[in-house]
């Protein structure tokens, strides 16, 4: 495989997890972004889709883009805006292409686990992105190591460690067979959540797990079509948003149009926690707008738990719909008292053990005039260790509230999750090992009250059935194996490391034979892409 290096004057690669690593909240794995497109400026494209995805993984980025002969793939640790610049999308031309953000959940934090991965094939090569995580990474890997064994399958790329370049490998060796075709014998053996889009040379592909627990979304353009893990991605591009890709389907789009086959039957389990803090508040998600059910769940914690209070506040960003809705439901007035700094979130510079000691100041400060004297209701999305909330506490006590009542729009989170999310573990938890009356103790607050689980099922209006709510209720909609073996870690390469600069990887002609992929005919859709 042809490769070389860019380099570029950047920082070390490393970042950490907003003020303090050892105090980070609930991250999702990653967002995904797929467009076919001939004669748009798919590079662009998809710099713009995954900007827009940048909530759902900041630790690397990458784009790769075929021009009908190779696919070139550039990827880096950092933002997507830190990534790329004018130059390295300018040399990214071609007619299809996918991009990928991605926040680690199996496999270190190393370049050389950025995505999209790529593999050569017999004829061709493929690149892929995935968001979510599989539960069966070590049957998988099993399986790559015996074709490798026996010479079945071509292994002459950089060694990944995560979860998707296991399936890349194996998606890669389909003799005799497309691409699409080898899809359709693999997937079915794939467990755990995962949304997948990849391409080869002429074609691009997503497809979704049975639950379809991570979300993933079909748009149209003018002149082609986009696939994405939310519709806000598609909003930016200028797409239309067809519909959502359903559980245990797959989709391929090139110069014959769209066309779809399935390769599991549909088992929803949406996870609950898009509907929380996942998804960005402007995305639609089951046919309601994010925000408009975070309100609901805001109207529906007031109800359950009031409050005499003088002003309602959110803990800035995740928890202002919930405290809009509150404050709705409540009568009290809804107001603004904490100042975020938008830019704290992601930092090449560790803070040091000073910066530490001022705690939560640094990415939130209190507006005194607001606050002084007042009986306050916080609102927020979650709590997971408690570290952050008792400093928030703390910080509200020193700028003169008279009262802090804390309402919490989930269930107390007591479960990690297999699924493409990163919580702490079970037992760094608070609420694994509190009860929510010590739990109000050990932050300080003077009421703490977190939504009823059932509440917050009918505030998304999907039927309980079909979510996913093992982080608040123990109940893994898709079976787990000995936890050692759910893909956690399973090839882990240890340590952070690797490039710390851009590199180009690309396949063409003095490398694998044949540029060519034919793909069998699946049958027509109908204007929704549906079969």
Not at 137 to 150: N, P, R, W, Y
Not at 429 to 434: D, E, I, R
Not at 463 to 477: H, I, K, M, T, V
Request: hydrophobic residues 40%; charged residues 20%; glycine residues 10%.
């Amino acid at each position: 495989m042809a490769q070389s290096s860019i380099s570029r004057k950047s920082g070390d690669g490393r970042l950490t997890a907003a003020l303090d690593p050892h105090d980070q909240g609930p991250q999702d794995a990653c967002g995904v972004f797929g467009v076919w497109a001939p004669g748009e400026d798919v590079a662009k494209l998809t710099y713009y889709g995954i900007y827009a995805l940048q909530h759902r993984g900041q630790e690397s980025a990458g784009i790769a883009v075929s021009n009908g002969r190779q696919i070139l793939v550039y990827k880096d640790m950092g933002l997507v805006s830190q990534v790329f610049d004018e130059s390295t999308l300018g040399s990214l031309k071609g007619h299809l292409a996918i991009g990928h953000a991605r926040y680690s959940t199996t496999g270190a934090s190393t370049w050389h686990n950025a995505q999209p991965t790529f593999h050569p094939t017999e004829s061709g090569s493929i690149a892929l992105a995935h968001n979510g995580n599989l539960t069966n990474t070590a049957e998988l890997a099993k399986l790559v190591e015996d074709s490798a064994l026996e010479g079945l399958l071509d292994v002459r790329v950089p060694v990944s460690t995560n979860d998707t370049s296991v399936v890349t490998a194996l998606l890669a060796h389909h003799p005799d067979t497309t691409v699409e075709e080898r899809a359709l014998e693999l997937l079915p053996q794939v467990k755990g959540a995962f949304s997948f889009v990849w391409m080869d040379e002429h074609t691009l592909y997503a497809a979704r797990d049975p639950q379809g627990v991570r979300p993933l979304v079909l748009g149209r353009l003018e002149r082609g079509w986009v696939v994405a893990s939310e519709t806000a991605a598609l909003d930016i591009v200028g797409a239309s948003f067809i519909r959502e890709v359903e559980p245990g389907e797959l989709i391929a789009v090139d110069e014959s149009g769209l066309r779809t086959r399935r390769f599991a039957d549909a088992a929803p389990k949406h996870c609950l926690f898009e509907f929380v803090y996942l998804a960005r508040p402007d995305t639609l998600m089951n046919d309601q707008r994010v925000h408009s059910v975070r309100v609901e769940i805001g109207r529906r914690l007031a109800r359950e738990f009031p409050a005499e209070a003088d002003l309602v506040m959110p803990v800035p960003e995740s928890g202002t719909p919930a405290a809009i809705g509150y404050a709705e439901e409540s009568g009290i007035a809804y107001g603004v008292g904490l100042v975020k700094n938008s830019y704290v979130g992601r930092t090449f510079i560790q803070p040091s053990q000073t910066i530490r000691q001022l705690g939560i100041r640094l990415k939130l400060n209190p507006l005194r005039d607001v606050i002084e004297g007042k009986r306050l209701v916080v609102v927020d999305d979650s709590i997971v260790r408690g570290n952050t909330q008792r400093a928030l506490i703390r910080m509200l006590r020193e700028a003169g509230a008279k009262e802090i009542h804390v309402r919490i729009s989930s269930p107390p989170v007591k479960w990690p999750c297999f699924y493409g999310i990163d919580f702490a573990t079970r037992a760094e938890l608070v609420a694994n090992g509190l009860t929510i009356e010590e739990i109000r103790r050990s932050i300080d607050a003077d009421s703490l009250g977190y939504i009823d689980i059932d509440e917050l099922v009918e505030a998304t209006t999907v039927p309980r059935q079909n979510l996913c709510r093992a982080c608040f209720d123990g109940e893994y909609p898709i079976p787990l194996p000995d936890p050692v073996l759910a893909g956690q870690g399973l090839v882990d390469g240890g340590a952070d490391g690797g490039a710390a600069c851009g590199s180009f990887e690309t396949a063409g002609p003095g490398d694998v034979d044949g540029l060519t992929v034919s793909l069998t005919s699946a049958g027509a859709v109908d204007a929704l892409g549906r079969p």
